[in-house]
């Protein structure tokens, strides 16, 4: 056995790090563990925006998209047949032969359909003196025995937001962008002499709305207008396109512009060609 001699120095390089060599790596740390944690803080805050900011687009492209189906499917018989003629009034409220089945009621109008087509056919009223109201074929009905179809009647319009909040960054939203934007939904009963829009519970589309706009196309003119009665025939209910501008504002109170331009899916017939052959 080989014996070695006790060598103090062996001791002072073996031993471990000093208290100054600790004290340098616990603030090395806590500062890798400060900037990992306002890294980690920054990202946090850069995806809640994101976040945000998302929601904010995927609701207005569904606000858009539901008001854009709706008006796809307006529906006016004027699409497909023309105005009626006043001179054939008197032969139309009458019995043919006594059939019942070729019986031809007469048309009394109401305030929602007030004149009719050439065919019998009801028009519906197109109004945009509160909103922009109509008659439209996308109602899905949901139960059997109900007064329901395929159409309903649907206003969109703005009123002064209903949101309540003590957040200040709400309150100013409110304050630069004071409406939101509705849906009023009516499919039971569509045939019924008027309607009652204010009884109607509305579904809220869009906060922070500062306007609505919606604008017609005029085939003559070839310029969208922003009244139905600018229109060259302001009788006329057919329309061919529909531009839909909404300024709303986002979270971070930058305002924003959404536009749809919209035409309805009827195809064209040139009416008057066609009671020209009749």
């Known amino acids: 056995m080989i014996k070695t001699k006790y060598d103090p120095s062996n001791f002072k390089r073996e031993s471990g790090l000093s208290l100054i060599e600790v004290i340098v790596s616990i603030t090395l ?11 980690t803080d920054q990202a946090t805050a850069i995806k809640d925006k994101i976040i945000v ?14 008001l854009n189906l709706d008006l796809t499917q307006i529906y006016s018989p004027l699409y497909f047949s023309g105005p ?11 019995y043919q032969d006594n059939d019942p089945q070729t019986r031809i009621f007469p048309y009394r109008p109401t305030k929602m359909f007030p004149r009719e087509s050439s065919d019998g056919l009801p028009i519906p009223l197109i109004d945009d003196d509160k909103g922009f109201a109509f008659l439209t074929s996308s109602n899905k009905r949901k139960f059997e025995n109900v007064k329901q179809s395929q159409y309903a009647w ?8 209903t949101l309540k909040s003590d957040d200040e960054d709400i309150e100013a939203l409110k304050g630069a962008a004071p409406y939101e934007l509705i849906r009023t939904y009516i499919p039971d009963d569509i045939y019924r002499e008027d309607i009652d829009w204010s009884k109607i519970k509305p579904q809220i589309l869009l906060r922070f709305v ?6 017609f196309w005029d085939s003559k003119r070839e310029k969208y207008v922003e009244n139905l009665r600018d229109l060259n025939d302001p009788k006329a209910t057919n329309l061919r396109s529909i531009k839909v501008t ?15 331009v919209t035409r309805p899916l009827w195809p064209i017939f040139d009416t008057k060609k066609d009671d020209s052959k009749n």
Do not use: C, H
């Open 29 to 39: 740390l806590s500062y890798i563990m400060v900037e990992v944690l306002r890294s």
């Open 53 to 66: 900011g998302d929601n904010e687009i995927i609701q207005t492209e569904m606000a858009m998209e539901r």
């Open 246 to 260: 909404v300024k709303w504002v986002n979270k971070r109170n930058q305002e924003k512009i959404a536009t749809r």
């Open 84 to 94: 009626k003629k006043p001179q054939r009034r008197q032969n139309r409220y009458s």
């Open 154 to 161: 649907v206003r969109y319009s703005l009123r002064n937001i």
């Open 210 to 215: 500062k306007s609505l706009k919606f604008e």
